[in-house]
């Protein structure tokens, strides 16, 4: 007779799972910042990247960063997280302090993503959502993978490493360079039951 193993996360792991993801994250948003500001030019631009400036009138604004990943997604990098849009799905909105994606049914946005407050569309996913969320998400996840890995190969691991320590100011948790993608491939893995927190 053989003992049945039951491979679920309890709701304690996947609680730490989701705060080592707002942990991987918020340094990877730091990262972004970093490639985008780099001396020999802007990363992000560099890989196809569309900016959107603030406006004016907006004081303090940071301008937004998209691109289109697919024919049906469309991604914006902001300070305070990312939002993934799906022609399939809608959207999602993945805050940088939060980890879990909020839903919205539309893949239009109402208004551009200038901050929080101009999101007031999305909210936690109930039911089909949060499958449509499993998703997009781990989708999100996979074009960040594949980000990091084509920095790898273009600037190699030391231009990563320099903005990594950078980022250590002793008091936040520190993902090394070498262990980011192999980290968001772990988070990839969690995302079904992520998604039912």
């Known amino acids: 007779m053989s003992a049945n193993i039951n491979k679920s996360i309890s709701k304690t ?7 080592f993801g707002v942990a991987l994250l918020s ?8 490639d985008i500001l780099r001396e020999q030019g802007n990363w992000l631009i560099e890989q196809g990247f569309e900016v959107i400036k603030a406006p004016a009138d907006l004081e303090r604004v940071k301008n937004i960063y998209s691109l289109k990943i697919s024919k049906e997604q469309h991604i914006m990098l902001r300070g305070f997280g990312i939002i993934l849009t799906d022609e399939r799905y809608g959207s999602i909105f993945v805050p940088r302090y939060e980890f879990l994606p909020k839903y919205a049914p539309s893949s ?11 999101l007031p569309e999305f909210a936690p996913p109930k039911d089909i959502e949060k499958q449509y969320c499993s998703i997009m998400f781990g989708e999100l996840i ?14 190699g691991i030391d231009f990563r ?3 990594v320590e950078e980022w250590n100011n002793g008091k936040r948790q520190i993902i090394a360079s070498d262990n980011i993608i192999s980290e968001w491939e772990k ?7 992520i998604m039912q927190l």
């Open 161 to 163: 490493n320099t903005i």
């Open 142 to 155: 996979d074009w960040i993978i594949t980000y990091e890995q084509n920095l790898i190969a273009n600037l």
């Open 13 to 19: 792991q996947l609680n730490e799972r989701v705060s």
């Open 187 to 193: 988070l990839r893995n969690d995302v079904e039951e």
């Open 108 to 118: 239009k946005l109402n208004t551009l993503p200038w901050s929080t407050d101009y």
């Open 27 to 34: 340094q990877q948003i730091w990262c972004w910042g970093r």
